[in-house]
């Protein structure tokens, strides 16, 4: 047993809470949610009918608006069987909603498949995960320690043959 899970891996830390703005154009639709008890992400709807075409891109709008707390972000990935069955995706997954935007929440989605794809009000469209941030600071030196891969770059930790 850690110290972030209880009994049979059950969480022991508090859900964060996000506000949220539900538009004029997400009104009746389901706030994002989890499919499952041991989801990771929240599933969200669109909020419009919209075709994308095959290696068209769309940002999908979903009705919402969103105050994550500081520290936070909320990561935007795709969903799946969307992914397997019709070839799409979260071109930019995963996407990455900063603590400090307010506006409406979109999810950026490509097809690439090899046909026109249909999305209606109200599908499942993509998956929310909320995440902690730490953020950076640069510290400028001149030469960095050793490590036993060096520079080596893509490839160069073995694996597949054809690389």
Known sequence: ?????GVRGVSTHAPVAVELKRLAHGEG??????????????DIVSAED??????ARHAVATGLAVAIPQGYE???RPR?????????????????IDSDYRGELKVIMINHGAED?????????????LAPVT?????EVEELDATT???????????????
Do not use: C
């Open 50 to 55: 919209v075709t994308i075409a095959p290696g």
């Open 117 to 129: 794809f249909g999305i209606a009000r109200g599908d499942r469209v993509a998956q929310l995960v």
């Open 80 to 96: 799946s069987g969307l992914a397997l069955k019709h070839g799409i995706t979260v071109p930019n997954t995963p996407g990455t």
């Open 135 to 139: 953020q950076g600071l640069w510290v």
């Open 29 to 42: 639709l389901p706030l994002p949610a989890y499919a499952t008890d041991g989801a990771a992400g929240m």
């Open 1 to 5: 047993m850690s110290r972030e899970t």
């Open 149 to 163: 891969r060096g520079t080596g770059g893509f490839g160069s930790t073995g694996g597949h043959e054809k690389l």
């Open 74 to 76: 909320i990561q935007v």
